[in-house]
């Protein structure tokens, strides 16, 4: 299921943006909300305590270092981790930029999965989900090549599990689970909060908005 849920989830938002051709911005941006919260509980909840726990003096310093390398990637990016995707009409070659930052951050996500059980995998999964979505129907809308979005979403979606294995098979890799885990845990956290922050328009109170970032902390409490 580690391997399986943040591919899966991919895909089923690759296949909800071709077929249902998604219009409502309300919607996605409320699951949005909840992917976010559901991700930054995760990452509060259990993530963090168990980094803590293995007494490292500079779990702090690799957390600040996932954020700011975070930033660094959407820099490249241009937000699309969260949902936040810009471009031109009639784009005729895939956006090499968007492209590897995004396999980069996804790749990076995978590392602590195997480490976490199934809880860190359905976060990702349902992180991912509303992002295929977004990225597909962008794709689609600036009349990239069907062939070209195919590839794009194949490979982005097999990073995160391609993450997973490196960190289950590559025993150099283990040696420093923590310190790679609280980068993971700092990207997470910039990630998830600037969901959480952007997915309403003009940082209004929103009912529906706040009731899915409730649901998202009580959901990933139980797991």
């Given at each position: 299921m580690n391997y399986l849920l943040p591919l899966l989830s991919v895909l089923l938002g690759y296949s909800i943006a071709l077929v249902l051709k998604p219009k409502n911005k309300t919607n996605l941006k409320l699951l949005l909300a909840f992917s976010g919260s559901f991700l930054l509980s995760l990452t509060v909840m259990h993530l963090l305590p168990d980094v803590y726990e293995s007494h490292d003096g500079n779990t702090g310093i690799f957390i600040m270092m996932g954020i700011l390398f975070q930033i660094i990637l959407e820099f490249f990016s241009k937000g699309a981790e969260h949902g936040h995707v810009h471009g031109h009409d009639n784009m005729n070659h895939i956006p090499w930029l968007l492209f590897v930052s995004l396999c980069i951050h996804a790749f990076l996500e995978g590392f602590?999965?195997?480490?976490?059980?199934?809880?860190?995998?359905?976060?990702?999964?349902?992180?991912?989900?509303?992002?295929?979505?977004?990225?597909?129907?962008?794709?689609?809308?600036?009349?990239?090549?069907?062939?070209?979005?195919?590839?794009?979403?194949?490979?982005?979606?097999?990073?995160?599990?391609?993450?997973?294995?490196?960190?289950?098979?590559?025993?150099?890799?283990?040696?420093?689970?923590?310190?790679?885990t609280a980068i993971v845990i700092g990207i997470l956290f910039h990630i998830s909060s600037t969901i959480i922050f952007e997915?309403?328009?003009?940082?209004?109170?929103?009912?529906?908005?706040?009731?899915?970032?409730i649901l998202g902390i009580i959901l990933a409490y139980f797991l």
């Open positions: 602590p999965v195997g480490h976490h059980h199934d809880n860190l995998a359905i976060g990702i999964a349902i992180h991912h989900l509303p992002i295929a979505i977004i990225l597909t129907t962008f794709f689609i809308n600036s009349q990239l090549n069907k062939k070209a979005i195919f590839a794009f979403m194949i490979t982005f979606a097999i990073m995160t599990p391609l993450g997973t294995f490196a960190s289950d098979y590559l025993p150099i890799l283990n040696q420093y689970t923590t310190q790679i997915s309403s328009e003009g940082h209004k109170f929103n009912i529906a908005k706040v009731s899915m970032i």
